[in-house]
């Protein structure tokens, strides 16, 4: 039977408690939210929704049409010159999401003949991008710069190295400094994902690579999401004006996609308005961080020490990540919750992020939750 083999996956799925369910979120949910990425507390900011009325007024609902052909409006240069700018680097590029950005990144500047060296613990996007790219991938041991010293010293002619600049799953920054030598000494690119820092890492939010000091190097790219600190949606490639007019011509996830939609873009353009004016939000979501942690880890839990906004628990089992997420949920607290398949190394955690809004009082009613409900 056609698509038989679909049921054989979801029995196996349910027998070892891995089912996945959708829960749509009522507009006035009553949860005390550290389950999204809005970091910066600006997805229902007035300035960032009005930003997205007056665009969805001004150009309409849709882009109408890919980048090249009706796509492309004079918001979508705006936001990609603003963006860049408050990023340090040369040009930017906008796609509909950090997803397509990751992956015209890691196509576009991996040819055939080239080598890939990817983190471990890289994104899902990331390791797309890999898979779709014409030139070969090495993964290498998560962190670990003599890994990628050591893996482009096997390989003559064009390279990138690839990493988040902060770890989705555990929230651990990549050592890029470190990273951008190893590349150096052998000539290879480096290709960053900033989905994690823009708006907390860096002077005002304005990254990893900005904080780093790579922002704005002819040898550095970075990927960015307008979908977590910026409250909107949307994703972003910044880099050398060289290889965006590389990306314009040659990387197929711009090509042949809708253009973010107008609403997208407004809404994005007011939040980076809103953090130029405001830069102290970047650091409060990470003092947020810092205070969570030391409470969840005087309370006996097991958390890793944040390098931005993003605070993850161990929990024993999938199992209990599961009855533990659920618990403090039906408790009105909600958080993510990472498991197998969706962790590399097959450790279950809470997955909780700091947002710059939150209060003392509601940070220590999650803290009590959480270790209330521990398994
Ligand atoms: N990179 C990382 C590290 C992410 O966490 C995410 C979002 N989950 C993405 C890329 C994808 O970005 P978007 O949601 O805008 O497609």
């Given amino acids: 039977m056609a698509f038989g083999w679909i049921d054989e996956q979801a029995q196996l799925r349910t027998r070892a408690g891995l089912v996945r369910t959708l829960r749509p979120r009522p507009a006035d949910s009553p949860l005390l939210d550290l389950a999204s990425n809005d970091y ?103 962190a670990e710069p003599d890994a990628v010293r050591k893996a482009l010293a096997t390989h003559e002619g064009t ?84 290889v965006v007019d590389h990306l314009v011509n040659a990387a197929r996830t711009f090509i042949f996609d809708t253009g973010l939609a107008p609403a997208a873009a407004g809404a994005a353009l007011a939040a980076l308005r809103l953090l130029r004016r405001e830069p ?29 906004a993003v605070v993850s628990v161990r929990a024993p089992s999938p199992e209990d990540a599961v009855r533990w997420a659920a618990q403090v949920r039906a408790a009105g607290l909600a958080v993510g919750c990472f498991r197998p398949p969706s962790v590399p190394d097959g450790i279950s955690r809470l997955r909780l992020t700091a947002r710059a809004d939150l209060t003392g009082q509601q940070i220590e009613r999650a803290v009590r939750l959480i270790g209330e409900t521990r398994p």
């Fill in 280 to 308: 102290e939000r970047a650091a409060r979501a990470r003092a947020v961080a810092g205070e969570l942690h030391a409470r969840l880890t005087a309370a006996g839990l097991e958390a890793v020490r944040p390098d931005a």
């Fill in 40 to 142: 910066l507390g600006l997805a229902r900011h007035p300035e960032i929704t009005e930003g997205a009325a007056r665009a969805a007024r001004t150009w309409g609902g849709g882009s109408t049409g890919s980048r090249l052909v009706t796509g492309t409006t004079e918001l979508h240069a705006e936001l990609e010159r603003e963006l860049a700018d408050f990023c340090g680097f040369e040009a930017a590029l906008v796609f509909s999401s950090g997803y397509a950005a990751n992956l015209a990144a890691v196509t576009a500047l991996a040819p055939h003949g080239s080598l890939i060296v990817s983190d471990a613990g890289n994104h899902a996007s990331l390791i797309d991008g890999c898979r779709l790219a014409r030139g070969a991938t090495q993964v290498v041991a998560h």
């Fill in 159 to 242: 390279a990138i190295t690839v990493s988040d600049t902060v770890f989705s799953v555990d929230g651990d920054a990549a050592p890029l400094a470190a990273l951008a030598e190893a590349c150096r000494e052998h000539g290879a690119g480096l290709v960053v994902d900033d989905a994690h820092g823009l708006g907390v890492l860096g002077d005002g939010g304005r990254g990893a690579p900005y904080a780093a000091g790579l922002a704005g190097a002819g040898d550095v790219v970075a990927t960015v999401t307008l979908s977590k600190s910026l409250g909107s949606q949307g994703g972003a490639v910044l880099g050398p004006a060289r």
